[in-house]
């Protein structure tokens, strides 16, 4: 979830004219694996989709109000859940953005991408948080109280130059916010070591603190929602996606109550529920004696229907079956069911009270037959909030694509060359600029025939995510002279260097203005764990 981890290379693909690829990358490349902590590279875009439910942006782009360029360009190229987001900033309602930073280094150009998307959404009327995980970076990474302070500062500096409002936002660090370990210690209880073996590949030679801090990752995901549930983004890049997803999967089971459609008095797993769905559909009560569908009446469909007509694996057929037998002759009836998951005896009771129309109560569920889910879950938020539940929403995600380095591999901190620091010396960005591997041709000639490779090149890159700014018909032309075979790599690169060099000039000097303001700001700036 932090916005540190080692930037990677972009994905390759066959250069094309007119508009730049905003679909997610290169078809064929090598399969895909997520670790927040680790270096692997994310070649294939597409992969994300089919592989981990990532959505594409470009399909929700209209209903986003003045979407960032980064989002226009497809390199913010997914998502997960956004439209809640989209459509509170959208109608003026509350809604939440954060993201964290470990301090392992300089804050550089790969940083600044989530700084925009942190301060675009704080424009547009969010809530916005930002947060310097130095639990993490301390149990992780190792690195000492003195380290983390010296680049915690850098970060935050940057983040205030590029116009984080700290008045209408909030800054903290992870050691100090009690109520943040608080709701960590909370998060805990729903979670096991089984589990972050699975998702993180933990063993017995983890440490603890390291598990720990990925609980605490847990909850800076949530914190945003601690006074009131709201619709909150998390902008990251992909591979910290199983942070997203376990945090939304925590959200869930600190709920009092889970809403859910239901056809009898017993549990369904959801593709039990899509077949017992789809019979209750097709099949006519009218057909039965007194005219009532029974559970007994689908098992029997279900039977005579081959495997082959069905969308349903053998598994959950012989589950469903399981389960309609045994029920026998009680009636399938569609019901909105709330599932008592963790409420207390008072909340439970109050839900019952709450729930108007016909309705069943069961030892672990109400059913209701009034209710659509819809209003379901805002009763069962509004009940959970009255006695003290947090009545959490699922987090949503952005996903921005990884840079290329300078030198044409990773974009890593540990290789200068590779990379741009927001620290850096403007003629020293300058110089890596210009010696900046491109997507050129081998000679003028043969670039003036065929046209530049612009989707492979890491100065174009430069063009799209930074230097480009919010003018897209200046990054279109870039790219079109490119593959046009107009633009050469030398003059190109000249002025993206000359551009670079304007923009650390001018982020060093709006560092400098915002010191007293970062000194002002309500968040500690030297840990009380130095020695």
């Not at 589990?195 to 390291?210: K, L, N, P, R, W």
């Not at 017992?276 to 039965?288: G, I, N, T």
């Not at 741009?420 to 003028?444: C, H, M, N, Q, W």
């Not at 046209?451 to 063009?463: H, I, K, Q």
Request: aromatic residues 8%; proline residues 5%; glycine residues 8%.
């Amino acid at each position: 979830m932090t916005g540190d981890d080692p930037l990677e290379e972009s994905e390759s693909g066959e250069p094309t004219t007119g508009e730049p690829v905003t679909d997610g990358g290169a078809a064929g490349a090598d399969d895909v694996a997520l670790d927040p902590w680790g270096s692997s590279t994310v070649s294939d875009y597409r992969k994300l989709f089919e592989e981990f439910g990532i959505e594409e942006v470009d399909e929700l782009l209209e209903e986003v109000p003045n979407p960032h360029y980064l989002m226009r360009r497809g390199v913010i190229f997914g998502h997960r859940d956004y439209r809640p987001v989209a459509e509170a900033l959208r109608e003026g309602k509350e809604a939440a953005v954060l993201s964290g930073f470990m301090p392992t280094g300089d804050p550089h150009i790969g940083h600044k991408l989530v700084f925009d998307e942190i301060i675009w959404h704080q424009q547009q009327g969010a809530d916005a948080y930002a947060l310097i995980a130095d639990l993490e970076a301390n149990s992780a990474r190792g690195m000492s109280w003195e380290e983390i302070d010296e680049h915690a500062r850098d970060y935050l500096l940057s983040l205030l130059a590029l116009g984080f409002d700290p008045e209408e936002g909030t800054l903290y660090r992870q050691s100090t916010n009690r109520e943040l370990q608080d709701l960590a210690f909370e998060l805990g209880s729903e979670a096991n070591f089984s589990e972050f073996q699975a998702i993180y590949g933990f063993d017995g030679e983890t440490s603890v603190s390291h598990m720990q801090s990925v609980v605490t990752q847990m909850a800076d995901i949530l914190y945003p929602q601690l006074e009131e549930p709201k619709p909150t983004v998390i902008p990251v890049g992909p591979d910290q996606d199983p942070h997203v997803r376990l945090a939304r999967d925590l959200a869930e089971r600190m709920r009092f109550f889970k809403v859910s459609k239901a056809f009898a008095s017993f549990e369904l797993e959801p593709g039990e529920r899509d077949v017992v769905a789809e019979f209750y559909e097709r099949l006519d009560p009218a057909d039965f004696d007194d005219d009532q569908l029974r559970c007994v009446h689908v098992a029997e469909a279900l039977e005579e229907t081959p495997l082959s007509d069905l969308e349903v694996d053998a598994g959950t057929l012989d589950s469903v079956l399981t389960k309609l037998r045994e029920a026998g002759m009680e009636p399938v009836r569609p019901r909105t069911r709330f599932f008592d998951r963790r409420a207390t005896d008072e909340a439970f009771e109050a839900l019952i009270d709450a729930v108007d129309g016909e309705k069943r109560v069961y030892e672990s569920h109400v059913d209701a037959f009034d209710l659509d889910v819809a209003a379901a879950e805002e009763l069962a938020r509004e009940i959970e909030l009255a006695h003290g539940g947090y009545g959490f929403r699922p987090p949503s995600s952005i996903y921005h694509r990884f840079m290329t380095g300078l030198t044409g591999g990773k974009m890593s901190s540990s290789i200068p060359a590779s990379h741009i620091s927001l620290l850096d010396d403007p003629e020293d960005g300058y110089d890596k600029v210009k010696a900046a591997t491109t997507g050129g041709r081998e000679t003028a000639e043969e670039q003036r025939e065929k046209g530049g490779r612009a989707d492979e090149c890491p100065v174009y890159e430069l063009y799209a995510y930074l230097l480009a700014g919010d003018d897209d018909e200046f990054a279109k032309r870039v790219y079109d002279e490119c593959v046009g075979g107009e633009r050469l790599c030398g003059d190109c690169k000249e002025q993206a260097a000359q551009l670079m060099r304007e923009f650390l000039e001018e982020h060093q000097e709006k560092r400098e203005e915002v010191e007293e303001l970062l000194e002002a700001a309500d968040v500690e700036l030297e840990s009380p764990r130095r020695a």
